[in-house]
């Protein structure tokens, strides 16, 4: 039976995640403190991964009970704030290693995920993780983890096994512990995988193999016409406001797919 293994949410969003045992799901359907905050300059725009491999450069590191991260160029010189009382001080830490003026916003709902219409958390299987890694020799699987920020990981089932959470047209309903989810989509990727989480260097010609290693192990059981580019992993999920409060734990098994 497949079980969930890993929990992933990242804090500031494109920073570096946090590995939890459980969580919570908040009123927009996301995970609590999944993407709670944003960096944003100026004219609200988020400065993200998509927006420079820079941010790559900063680690960032968070104790959750305490509302603590601790912030650094390359890991050298950490220095630490408190989420809630400190945002002029982050504001003025990532100003000045942006070069412009940005603040950090928070949304407490539903944080601030790529695809508003779908901001459940993503869902892959370790062993997609695996596959994915042996497709370049120079990437482990931890590199491959860190590229691709997927919230959920699942064990117990073989490679592509999340393809099967979403059809060719309506949404797949399933159970993961005591939380409904739907299954709606697999996940567009942007130009963030193909970067070192760390460095921020850009692996050569990693979306062209990965498309075309994508295509050529694509399961002949899943929903094809999703799929107008293979440079898809993951799935984009939806959870309805009934599940707000519930709670997901490592080792939850996904009890039933309801359709597909």
Not at 37 to 44: C, K
Not at 79 to 86: G, N, P, Q
Request: net charge neutral.
């Amino acid at each position: 039976m497949p079980r969930l293994s890993h929990i992933f949410v990242f804090p500031i969003k494109s920073l570096d995640g946090v590995s939890v045992t459980h969580t919570t799901i908040l009123q927009g359907g996301s995970l609590t403190h999944d993407r709670e905050f944003v960096i944003v300059d100026r004219d609200h725009k988020w400065v993200n991964g998509k927006r420079t491999a820079k941010i790559h450069q900063i680690r960032s590191q968070f104790n959750l009970n305490a509302r603590i991260v601790t912030l650094s160029i390359r890991g050298n010189h950490p220095v630490s704030f408190h989420l809630d009382y400190a945002r002029p001080a982050i504001a003025a830490w990532f100003s000045d290693f942006f070069g412009f003026p940005v603040s950090l916003q928070q949304d407490t709902i539903t944080g601030f995920p790529d695809d508003p219409s779908s901001p459940g958390p993503t869902i892959i299987s370790t062993a997609t993780i695996e596959q994915v890694a042996s497709w370049f020799p120079d990437l482990s699987v931890e590199d491959i983890r860190s590229r691709f920020r997927t919230n959920l990981e699942l064990t117990d089932v073989p490679a592509f096994w999340e393809d099967r959470l979403y059809s060719e047209n309506d949404p797949i309903e399933f159970r993961l512990g005591e939380v409904q989810l739907q299954g709606i989509n697999p996940c567009q990727r942007c130009v963030v995988p193909t970067r070192s989480a760390i460095s921020g260097v850009k692996t050569p010609q990693f979306q062209k193999t990965f498309g075309l290693k994508r295509k050529e192990e694509f399961p002949t059981w899943a929903a094809a016409s999703r799929f107008n580019h293979f440079y898809r992993l993951a799935v984009n999920t939806r959870i309805a406001a009934s599940e707000t409060g519930k709670r997901l734990q490592v080792g939850d098994p996904i009890e039933t797919v309801l359709t597909g």
